[in-house]
Every structure is written in structure tokens, then in C-alpha cells.
């Protein structure tokens, strides 16, 4: 079965500054997806960014964008310019052949610091 | 545009009691899904459903039911409330199958068994 890994479970930035969030995951599949989502304090889950496994340009969002590195099993946000809207739990997720079944890794408590 | 939209938000249960979380969307998506999010943990899927009258388990299902009468509402009904069940419970749904689909979810119930 598909793991996705998150091994910090707390960063911390100061505002304007640029950190990186980390996810690894394991599969065997060759075609599938990866997706960030938020969750400030509402709790409301939000798509922040999404990379398809077989593009190998980096997604970019605006002042969000993944490194994506395929056979590393790698994908990290990066977030530039970090504002205090950005302080949330960060997830990273993985959806392949199973469709149905979107895989999460544990989460990372970010903290944007005036 | 309301989205995902999940009642109660909060809900206290003694150990044996019974109660249905309710969930709707109004955006005309065939897939729906709960979830469940405990403390340091990711999301994990309890059961999803592809249409109106077709449901199926997910990866903890146990202790749980779900019914899809209609498109838009996918009830999650717990029987004999436990208190491995306190937990944040997520509603979800998609457009279609397709893996880059981004899920939609509610605001969470937060569900404490005592």
C-alpha cells in the first residue's frame, strides 16, 4: 500500500521569509498524483497545489511551488514570502491507481511569525 | 456557494449511544467520502461512495455505515459509539475518478466518545 511521509510535525517561519515543507512517499505505481492542502484553524481543508507524476516541470502557484523529484520519492512546498494567512497544518497527499483512496501523511503545524 | 457542508460541528457521546453525522453538497459531485483525522495522524478513509445507492469500505470502516440515497447527501451513521471512535470526522467529495481531481471538504465534526 502507498505511505506518505511527513517527518516534521512543526515548522516555523518568519514573515516574508521562504521555508520548505517536506513529504516522501512509497509506491510502486507509476502514474499517479500528489496534492498539498491546508487546514487553518477552521479546519476547512484547502488544494494549495497539485503535480502529476509524469510532468517533470515543478508545479507553481503564485508564491507556492513543489520540488518534485520522481525517483527520490520526493515532493516538498515551498512557501515564499510566507504571510500570517499561510499558519496552518500542511498535508501532503497522494492519489494513483486506487482512485478512490487518497493517501495523507500526518501533517505539518506551520507557524508564520510577525 | 455552500460547498461541502457537514452537521454537527461538534458532538459529545456517551459510550453505547448511537448518532448520525450528516453531510451534503451542493455542487452535483458523484464521489463522496469520510474520513477520519486523529491527533498526529493523517486522514484515513472510512467509506466512500461513487453514486446514489453504491457504497463501499474504506481503510477503517469498522464501526461505521454510511447510506447514498441521493446524489448530494452521504450520511455516516455510528452504531454503539466507542471511545476509539473520538476523532475529527471529514466529509469530501469529487467531481469524478480521475486521480488529478481536487476533493472538496467540509468543516469537520468534532466527535468526542466518553
Known amino acids: 500500500a502507498q505511505t506518505v511521509t511527513q517527518s516534521q510535525p512543526e515548522m516555523s517561519v518568519q514573515e516574508a521569509e521562504t521555508v520548505t515543507l517536506s513529504c516522501t512517499y512509497d509506491t510502486s505505481e507509476s502514474d499517479y498524483y500528489l496534492f498539498w492542502y491546508k487546514q487553518p484553524p477552521s479546519r476547512q481543508m484547502i488544494l494549495v497545489i497539485r503535480?502529476?507524476?509524469?510532468?517533470?516541470q515543478n508545479a507553481t502557484e503564485n508564491r507556492f511551488s513543489v520540488n518534485f523529484q520522481k525517483a527520490a520519492k520526493s515532493f516538498s512546498l515551498k512557501i515564499s514570502d510566507s504571510q500570517l494567512g499561510d499558519a496552518a497544518m500542511y498535508f501532503c497527499a497522494y492519489r494513483g491507481y486506487n482512485n478512490n483512496d487518497m493517501r495523507f501523511g500526518a501533517g505539518t503545524r506551520l507557524t508564520v511569525k510577525p | 456557494n455552500a460547498g461541502v457542508t457537514q452537521t454537527p460541528k461538534f458532538r459529545i457521546l456517551k459510550i453505547g449511544q448511537s448518532m448520525t453525522l450528516q453531510c451534503t453538497q451542493d455542487m452535483n459531485h458523484n464521489y463522496m467520502y469520510w474520513y477520519r483525522q486523529d491527533p498526529g495522524m493523517g486522514l484515513k478513509l472510512i467509506y466512500y461512495s461513487v453514486g446514489a445507492g453504491i457504497t463501499d469500505k474504506g481503510e477503517v470502516p469498522n464501526g461505521y455505515n454510511v447510506s447514498r440515497s441521493t446524489t448530494e447527501d452521504f450520511p455516516l451513521r455510528l452504531e454503539l459509539a466507542a471511545p476509539s471512535q473520538t476523532s475529527v470526522y471529514f466529509c469530501?467529495?469529487?467531481?469524478?475518478?480521475?486521480?488529478?481531481?481536487?476533493?472538496?471538504f467540509g468543516q469537520g465534526t468534532r466527535l468526542t466518545v466518553v
Open positions: 469530501a467529495s469529487t467531481l469524478g475518478q480521475a486521480k488529478n481531481t481536487e476533493a472538496f
Open positions: 503535480q502529476e507524476a509524469y510532468k517533470q
